[in-house]
């Protein structure tokens, strides 16, 4: 039975006849069925890449089945260039909705429904096109503006709930028509993948676990699908299938960063000699390093301090350094020894994991002109500020003047000595250089 699928994905591939949802269907129902199927469909678009001159017809075939594969670009590039029918218009506004180019997608879908295209799988890959712009309301109208048996489709019912959890999270109305569309499509994989994050938000992991799965098995595959599946069979231990998740989506995309690193992990996890020693040491150290301070009798002066710089457990502290409270206002060394004395008890020091510490948010250079990027690594004295702002400058620990704007100005006036009349000087030298503090 494989051998005759098989067959038939090759077949429909490189044939000459015609091509259009029904042949779509055929290809995408042969892989779920079988994902060795996937390397058959490969394969016939290498043959068809291989070609010197492709017909029109055959042009439309070959940039349809680069959509199903994942490779939108050239998928795009293809289509643009075929026959300009309605199947060539739909699927290269398919692929430029994945490839964020929603305002030339969506003439795409205009233009495929004046040339015959279905009008309301137009209007629903419309409704697509506006949700993954951000456009929710937008979507919601085009959706309500349908009407007929087109309510009670996979598809439909799919985009709605996924509309509706962006325009007015309702978790009760958003399951309920996951559920709809599921029951409509036992095989539309992005109704599969809705309902399955629903369930995972909600703790019903082996609920998810096999909806996942379904939805795994369906093609195209998402790859939120299969990094999500990946990541509950590590919490299981279940590396090898893990990894085979992060494979499959290598397959598709070889550059995706994600997926190389969770599958590195993986590996790493299920060659790993597991120490029940250790973890059970590792247990209790975490245990510890999450103990609130507030669980301790400190002085107001100290609570206080805490709080202001946002430390909240026992960890944050060994991952604050003693130069660093000091430089906090009204943190003294009678608070000092008291914070020691608390760590002590509990066998643990002032910045013993102060390698871990944090990384505040990083700075979007972006949007900065080249000059101005350009200042970032320069040393502070070339701001030339004043003995006092320079001191807490040194205080904080902070050298180049790219570590200054990764500061908030809040941050800045929790260092001792460091008042509203120092914070507006900082302020007007970064603005002379084009620049500002986080936040500002």
């Avoid at 992991?205 to 379904?214: N, P, S, V």
Wanted: aromatic share 6%; with cysteine; net charge negative.
């Amino acid at each position: 039975m494989a051998t005759g699928v098989t067959t038939d994905v090759r077949e429909i591939v490189l044939s000459n006849s015609t091509f259009g949802p029904r042949e779509v269907e055929q290809i995408t129902r042969a892989v779920s069925e079988d994902f060795a199927n996937f390397g058959v469909l490969r394969d016939a678009v290498a043959e068809l890449d291989a070609r010197e001159e492709r017909s029109p017809a055959t042009s439309i075939r070959f940039g349809v089945c680069l959509y199903l594969m994942g490779r939108y670009s050239r998928a795009a590039e293809i289509l643009s260039s075929a026959d300009g029918g309605a199947v060539a218009l739909f699927y290269q506004g398919k692929s430029r909705v994945a490839l964020g180019q929603i305002d030339q997608a969506m003439k795409n879908f205009e233009a495929a429904r004046v040339a015959g295209y279905s009008g309301d799988d137009c209007t629903l890959a419309v409704a697509d096109a506006l949700r993954h712009a951000g456009k929710h309301d937008q979507a919601l109208a085009k959706l309500d503006s349908l009407s007929g048996a087109v309510e009670q489709t996979a598809e439909y019912l799919f985009q709605r709930a996924a509309t509706v959890a962006k325009v007015h999270y309702n978790p009760s109305e958003v399951v309920a028509l996951y559920e709809r569309a599921v029951q409509a499509d036992e095989r539309h994989g992005g109704a599969l993948f809705g309902l399955a994050v629903e369930n995972d938000r909600r703790g019903n992991d082996e609920e998810a676990l096999q909806l996942y799965q379904r939805a795994a098995a369906t093609f195209p595959t998402f790859v939120g699908v299969l990094l999500n599946l990946g990541l509950l069979y590590e919490d299981r231990q279940q590396y090898d299938r893990s990894q085979i998740c992060y494979q499959r989506i290598l397959e598709t995309y070889p550059d995706h960063k994600q997926a190389r690193l969770y599958l590195k992990d993986a590996s790493a996890s299920g060659n790993m000699m597991f120490d029940e020693d250790a973890a059970r040491k590792n247990d209790r150290l975490t245990q510890v390093l999450n103990i609130p301070v507030s669980d301790f009798e400190l002085s107001v002066r100290s609570r206080n301090c805490l709080q202001k710089m946002g430390v909240k457990t026992l960890g944050d502290l060994t991952r604050t350094s003693e130069q660093e409270l000091l430089a906090s206002k009204n943190f003294g060394e009678t608070s000092l020894v008291e914070i020691r004395d608390m760590l002590n008890s509990k066998g643990l020091q002032l910045g013993q994991f102060a390698h871990e510490k944090y990384e505040p948010e990083p700075v979007d250079v972006s949007s900065m002109p080249p000059d101005a990027q350009a200042l970032l690594d320069r040393p502070l004295s070339e701001l030339n500020l004043s003995v006092r702002a320079r001191k807490c400058m040194a205080r904080l620990g902070l050298a180049t003047i790219g570590e200054l704007i990764r500061k908030t100005g809040d941050d800045l006036l929790e260092c001792k000595n460091f008042g509203v009349t120092s914070l507006n000087e900082v302020r007007e030298k970064l603005t002379l250089i084009g620049l500002k503090l986080r936040g500002d």
